[in-house]
């Protein structure tokens, strides 16, 4: 019963236009814009939906102000969906789809979740391969500069939990899926499905008080990170950090502060996990958020590290 990943999520916000203009920015195909809705695709077809905040068929929100408000799982068939809504049924916060809609669910957070089968095509990237010494990836052939950043997936979402082991054993037990790595009792990066990217969600415990921690898009490589990030900082968008590193999935990052909820964050590079993967445990540190970052980004017309930029206090994914 695997789920495929996150086919469309869906933001509520206070100001519809600068949240255009973010999106805009942010590289994904506009499909609508009506002063009640946008509409924006990845590359792979995921959907970034987004409504005002009071918009009264959204979902509750699960904190103050412009956040996350469903986000549809994906699965491979019609089967599928049949399979998982036989699992999920008895569940108390079970919705059964109206004609033509979507079976829902909430999960402890009480975050609006739907289920649909997966609308999202297969997309193949285009990283630049390396070079060294005796390995020729790259022949006769230059490595790109990026001037803009086209994500080709929503490729995960981070949650604080307001109660932690209710959520990791909701999204495991429930859901299905799979602990990727750990910090016990504080942190669980999870995959839906057995083979797939290092996490599609990560769950963050904050005791009662539930929230987004952020919403991650997947470019080819670290060069469309690098590229991307100068390109919104051209723009004027705020760096919230990076770009950087992260140890635990060996992404590259760069986040953005944005009007449509927690940082978005541009990444690339993940690990790729399989049945062979031996997840581990961590201890918590500010140091295993990342190998390296900039705070305060780097400036996209000079190039150079926002020297006065804000400091982050980020010390987690
Ligand atoms: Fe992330």
Known sequence: MALTGIDAITFGVHDMEAAYRFLIDWGLTERLKTPERLEFTTQDGGEVIVRPHDAPDLPPAIEEGNTVRQIVWGVASESALEELVSRIASHPEYEAAEPGGTPRLRDPNGLGLAFRVKRRQPVKGNPTLPNAPGVTHRLDQRSPVYTQAKPLQIGHVVLFTADYAAMRAFYLDVLGFIVSDEYPGHGCFMR??????????????????????????????????????????????????????????????????????????????????????????????????????????????????????????????
């Open 192 to 317: 839906c499905a057995q083979r797939g990217g290092h996490h599609n969600q990560f769950i963050l415990n904050r005791p009662g008080r539930p929230g987004v921690n952020h919403v991650a898009f997947t470019l080819n490589d670290v060069h469309e990170v690098i590229g991307g990030g100068l390109a919104m900082s051209r723009k004027g968008w705020k760096t919230e950090i990076g770009p950087g590193r992260h140890p635990i999935s060996s992404a590259y990052f760069w986040y953005f502060e944005n009007p449509l909820a927690a940082p978005l964050e541009y990444y690339a590079d993940e690990d790729y996990c399989t049945e062979a993967w031996e997840p581990q445990t961590f201890e918590r540190r500010p140091e295993l958020f990342a190998e390296w970052a900039i705070a305060g980004g780097i400036d996209g017309t000079t190039r150079r590290q926002v020297i006065k930029g804000g400091e982050s206090d980020r010390g987690h994914n």
